[in-house]
């Protein structure tokens, strides 16, 4: 069974509230770059863990879905993909409830049938939605 490793890592100081952390990925992209309380929960300067979850959702459904058309024998034009991210209070702390994908694509050749199908399997089957214990939903239209 083949298995492909990617890692980031975190790096705090302080309290949660009052403190500041920075992330750091493998390939780079992201080296040093600054979180915290007030860009996690409000409008601070920085990224945050469910901001880099959506990307990392968005980016993964849109990846699958072009190997899915590819595998039709479709060729997309563009495919844009916005993943809005819903976190919600769960007693003491909080919880990743729910996903939201919202896709505009052109795809010449495509029936709506076909396309919706091709994209609700992307959805169910990118690695991220595997791994995610949220509600996620999409919502597909072929331009």
């Not at 929960?41 to 058309?69: R, S, V, W, Y």
């Not at 034009?77 to 702390?93: F, V």
Request: charged share 20%; proline share 5%; glycine share 12%.
């Amino acid at each position: 069974m083949a298995s492909i490793k990617r890692s980031a890592s975190a790096a705090w100081q302080g309290t949660g509230k009052d403190g500041k952390g920075a992330l750091t990925t493998q390939s780079g992209t992201l080296k040093g770059t600054p979180y915290g309380f007030n860009s996690r929960f409000g409008d601070g300067q920085g990224t945050n863990p469910e901001e880099l979850i959506a990307a990392a959702h968005a980016g993964c459904f849109t990846m699958a879905l072009a190997f899915k058309l590819q595998g039709a024998g479709l060729t997309p034009e563009s495919l844009a993909t916005e993943a809005k991210l819903t976190m919600e209070q769960d007693g003491p702390g909080w919880k990743i409830a729910a996903i939201a994908l919202s896709l505009k694509a052109k795809v010449p050749g495509a029936s709506p049938e076909q396309f919706q199908s091709l994209a609700a399997d992307a959805k169910a089957t990118c690695p991220v939605s595997r791994v995610l214990n949220a509600d996620i939903t999409l919502d597909a239209t072929l331009e």
